[in-house]
Each structure stands twice: as C-alpha cells, then as structure tokens.
C-alpha cells in the first residue's frame, strides 16, 4: 500500500519552459514533506520541504506548494534547465512513536531538453 | 562538513554468497543512520535505521542484517544472498529524526547477483 504515490514515472520538458512535478500521499498524520533529487549512480540529495503549516515554499527556481486538503504536493522549476535532468524523489513525514522516519514515492524521472 | 562514505560502488556476487556493505560518517557526532534499497522501478525501501551504537531497527522482515559496531559507522549484511536481494543500496545519515531534518545519502552500491 502506497502512501506516497508519484504517478507519472517521466516528464519531458523543453529548457526555459517550467517543470512541474506531482506527489499525493493518503496517510493524514504526514505532517512534513521533502523533494530529493538523484542523478545517476549518485544517492539522492536533499532539495526542498514544506511544513504543512504552509501552503508554498521557495527557493532559487524551485517551489513546492503543499494542498492539504487534496493530499497533493507539487514541485515547481522555473525555468528548467538541462541540467535538472534527473530522479526525482517526494517523501513524507509523520510522527510514528517519537520517529520521522520518511516514506518516498517510486520517482520521476525528468528530462529538461536544450 | 560532514561526508558520507559507501563502499564498494558496485559489486556482482553468485547466489548463496554472504555480503557486507560498508558505511562511513564524517565530521558529526551521534548521527542517525539508515538503509535503503531501490529496486528496478521502485522508490526507495526503508530497511534498517539506527539511532546509536548497537541500535538497530528493522523495517523489511528478509535475510539481511544490520550493525552499528561504531558510532559512525553502518553495515549491511547477509549470509546468504536471494536473487531478490539485486538493487541499488543506500545508506543515509540525519542529525536526528525530528522532522526538520533531511537525510543525507551515500552514492549508494549497485548490487547484482547472479
């Protein structure tokens, strides 16, 4: 049972135009979000989060905007450029006994063409 | 700063085979250290966490096992390997597991058994 889900496995994108990548989770108790990004034979890395007390957040290009009601969040990149070709990971976080332990969504993979 | 050390990057081993994965943690003290697994397709599988010297909690019931013998320092093992135990491994570290926290990942071990 998926409770972060990202259901589109790949996005194409053309330089200069935006990205946006979509997660939806189902467990109510997730109060916490984050964005990975992961390049190829490389482990992720951390992007962005969002605390669910906000609705948007942003840095540089990227922008995740968090629709609690919807259960969905999404990760804006403006403008895309080649080099954010990669995987792209959402994760969610709630307290489970003391612990924030993270659950990640299966990824995106995009690609920025020049 | 803190670095992250995972070794070897990748490595073939024939069923039935034992393993040991290496994990590293410089420049911070008590972290929180975690490992992943990412099969073909899939987002990333929590398989074991620990949050201090010999503290280890398992996620995936399976026949791997997990060490902290030092307080920087993680190991994945097993003693005999499934075909199903093929993927891309990760280890992580946090400061804690509080929600602000992100994790921080290795470059991962991509490991084929045949």
């Known amino acids: 049972d998926q409770q972060v889900k990202q259901n589109s496995p790949s996005l194409s994108v053309q330089e200069g135009r935006i990205s946006i990548l979509n997660c939806d989770y189902t467990n109510s108790m997730f109060d916490y979000f984050l964005w990975y990004k992961k390049y190829p034979a490389e482990g992720p890395t951390f992007l962005i989060s969002?605390?669910?007390?906000?609705d948007k957040n942003e840095d540089g290009r990227f922008t995740v905007f968090l629709n609690k009601s919807a259960k969905h969040l999404s990760l804006h990149i403006v403008p895309s450029q080649p080099g954010d070709s990669a995987v792209y990971f959402c994760a969610a976080r709630g307290s489970s006994g003391g612990s924030y332990i993270p659950t990640f969504g299966r990824g995106t993979s995009l690609i920025v063409h020049p | 700063s803190q670095t992250i050390h995972q070794w070897p990057a990748t490595l073939v081993q024939p069923v039935g085979s034992p393993l040991s994965l290496e994990c590293t943690v410089e420049g911070t003290s008590n972290p929180n250290l975690y490992w992943y697994r990412q099969a073909a397709g899939r987002g990333l599988q929590l398989l074991f966490y620990s949050v201090g010297i010999g503290q280890i909690s398992s996620e995936v019931p399976q026949n791997l096992s997990a060490s902290r013998p030092q307080d920087r320092q993680f190991i994945l093992s097993s003693k005999k390997l499934l075909l199903s135990d093929s993927g891309f491994y990760l280890c992580?570290?946090?400061?804690?597991?509080?929600?602000?926290?992100?994790?921080?990942f290795g470059d991962g071990t991509r490991l084929s058994i045949l």
């Open positions: 992580a570290w946090s400061l804690g597991t509080g929600r602000n926290q992100p994790q921080h």
């Open positions: 969002i605390s669910s007390i906000k």
